[in-house]
């Protein structure tokens, strides 16, 4: 077996220009592959289907920082632009076992199937009050700037109790927080004023409670399940990076994948096809998610012919593993919401990390879609496919915009 410290690493592009070339080079190398986060900081990659459902569940590999051995020998500075990521503060992303369960619960008794069910109406309305702003004779826009963008931020800010004035600034920060071009010098200060943020938001909340997350948790520390306060400011800071960035991309994504493939369009709006099947092929072929950050191996983790040696570093690369043959046929590599697959994808995780705000996605892009197709059948790209752009975020398959003809 080998361990990696000799291999050549795949840089992955810090610019994205081809995540589906990256992708299927990453199949290519193995179950296993060496890889390079920008910054020049090694880290291993499961790019295979069935291979990242175990790892997944492993418990060998843990969230817990001090793990890794470059961070223990100072080799990841401080201002590293994913440091966000890697190191996001005390929340259920980044502990295991009975501390996760007890974070996890405590956000699932939170986040209840009522609460999420409740949001289909508050959804349906900005949806509709969204889609009213359109150019009522047609035209041009950038459907991810005035609708996929805007939505999920109203929602999760209605979610987590966040005031709607605090958004223009938040959406500024989260680009930096994601963004592989962030300037050194600008790294801390970003993080540092995220946590401003939500502090200010979890002590006003404190102050006059109301009906949304944030309240909720804080209501969980106050009748004795020991939630610090530092574990709700970063499990909402979590909550509202996750739950506006997914849905984004799972929108955006849908969109492109109906434009350049017709004729699945032409099923989905006679009737044909479920929009559940646009969502699902969509999160399975163009996830939103392109890698995911960062778990570390406690002890040597064999993976095929090569072994996670103890103390490296692990990322799942979601964008590679959803397009992997072995798992959903010959024809992986192919957008078909007709597709009838034995192994479901696993864009929203697996395992003990699965993504608690799954539901609340899907449900956004199931009211989301349906409606901006019906108000606009014709809607279609402004521009070729191939000039749309990808934001320098690995960790995100993000545009920088979607010019749309509506009609």
């Given at each position: 077996?080998?361990?990696?410290?000799?291999?050549?690493?795949?840089?992955?592009?810090?610019?994205?220009?081809?995540?589906?070339?990256?992708?299927?080079?990453?199949?290519?190398?193995?179950?296993?592959?060496?890889?390079?986060?920008?910054?020049?900081?090694?880290?291993?990659?499961?790019?295979?289907?069935?291979?990242?459902?175990?790892?997944?569940?492993?418990?060998?590999?843990?969230?817990?920082?001090?793990?890794?051995?470059?961070?223990?020998?100072?080799?990841?500075?401080?201002?590293?632009?994913?440091?966000?990521?890697?190191?996001?503060?005390?929340?259920?992303?980044?502990?295991?076992?009975?501390?996760?369960?007890?974070?996890?619960?405590?956000?699932?008794?939170?986040?209840?199937?009522?609460?999420?069910?409740?949001?289909?109406?508050?959804?349906?309305?900005l949806?509709?009050?969204?889609?009213?702003d359109?150019?009522?004779?047609?035209?041009?826009?950038?459907?991810?700037?005035?609708?996929?963008?805007?939505?999920?931020?109203?929602?999760?800010?209605?979610?987590?109790?966040?005031?709607?004035?605090?958004?223009?600034?938040?959406?500024?920060?989260?680009?930096?927080?994601?963004?592989?071009?962030?300037?050194?010098?600008?790294?801390?200060?970003?993080?540092?004023?995220?946590?401003?943020?939500?502090?200010?938001?979890?002590?006003?909340?404190?102050?006059?409670?109301?009906?949304?997350?944030?309240?909720?948790?804080?209501?969980?520390?106050e009748?004795?399940?020991h939630?610090?306060?530092?574990e709700?400011?970063?499990?909402?800071?979590?909550?509202?990076?996750?739950?506006?960035?997914?849905?984004?991309?799972?929108?955006?994504?849908?969109?492109?994948?109906?434009?350049?493939?017709?004729?699945?369009?032409?099923?989905?709006?006679?009737?044909?096809?479920?929009?559940?099947?646009?969502?699902?092929?969509?999160?399975?072929?163009?996830?939103?998610?392109?890698?995911?950050?960062?778990?570390?191996?406690?002890?040597?983790?064999?993976?095929?012919?090569?072994?996670?040696?103890?103390?490296?570093?692990?990322?799942?690369?979601?964008?590679?593993l959803?397009?992997?043959?072995?798992?959903?046929?010959?024809?992986?590599?192919?957008?078909?919401?007709?597709?009838?697959?034995?192994?479901?994808?696993?864009?929203?995780?697996?395992?003990?990390?699965?993504?608690?705000?799954?539901?609340?996605s899907?449900?956004?892009?199931?009211?989301?879609?349906?409606?901006?197709?019906?108000r606009f059948?014709?809607l279609?790209?402004?521009v070729?496919?191939?000039?749309?752009?990808?934001?320098?975020?690995?960790?995100?398959?993000?545009?920088?915009?979607?010019?749309?003809k509506?009609?």
């Amino acid at each position: 077996m080998t361990t990696g410290t000799e291999e050549a690493h795949i840089p992955l592009d810090p610019f994205v220009t081809d995540l589906d070339g990256e992708g299927a080079r990453l199949r290519a190398a193995g179950p296993l592959a060496a890889v390079e986060l920008p910054g020049g900081v090694p880290v291993w990659a499961v790019t295979h289907h069935a291979e990242a459902k175990a790892l997944l569940t492993d418990p060998r590999l843990v969230k817990d920082i001090n793990v890794w051995g470059a961070w223990r020998r100072g080799e990841i500075p401080a201002d590293w632009p994913l440091i966000g990521l890697a190191n996001p503060g005390r929340s259920m992303l980044t502990v295991d076992g009975a501390e996760h369960r007890r974070l996890r619960t405590l956000v699932a008794q939170a986040l209840t199937v009522r609460r999420v069910e409740h949001m289909r109406e508050r959804i349906t309305e900005l949806t509709g009050r969204l889609l009213d702003d359109f150019p009522a004779d047609g035209g041009v826009v950038d459907l991810k700037a005035v609708f996929a963008y805007p939505l999920p931020m109203y929602v999760v800010a209605d979610l987590m109790g966040i005031e709607e004035a605090r958004l223009p600034r938040l959406k500024v920060l989260f680009e930096k927080f994601f963004s592989t071009q962030t300037p050194p010098e600008e790294v801390l200060a970003t993080l540092t004023e995220l946590a401003s943020i939500m502090a200010e938001t979890v002590a006003a909340k404190r102050a006059a409670p109301g009906d949304d997350l944030t309240s909720a948790l804080i209501e969980a520390s106050e009748n004795g399940d020991h939630l610090t306060d530092e574990e709700i400011v970063s499990t909402l800071q979590l909550m509202v990076a996750a739950g506006h960035e997914t849905t984004i991309s799972l929108i955006v994504n849908a969109v492109v994948n109906l434009s350049t493939h017709p004729e699945q369009r032409d099923l989905v709006l006679a009737g044909k096809a479920e929009w559940s099947a646009v969502i699902e092929e969509t999160l399975r072929w163009s996830t939103p998610t392109s890698h995911v950050l960062i778990r570390f191996a406690t002890e040597d983790v064999p993976v095929g012919d090569r072994v996670i040696p103890a103390g490296d570093a692990l990322i799942v690369s979601y964008g590679a593993l959803g397009r992997d043959e072995r798992a959903h046929g010959a024809t992986a590599g192919a957008f078909d919401i007709t597709r009838a697959s034995e192994n479901r994808h696993i864009s929203f995780g697996h395992g003990p990390h699965v993504c608690p705000g799954a539901a609340l996605s899907r449900l956004e892009a199931g009211v989301a879609l349906p409606a901006l197709y019906a108000r606009f059948p014709e809607l279609d790209l402004a521009v070729p496919a191939a000039e749309l752009r990808n934001k320098p975020v690995v960790t995100q398959n993000d545009l920088f915009e979607l010019p749309v003809k509506l009609a």
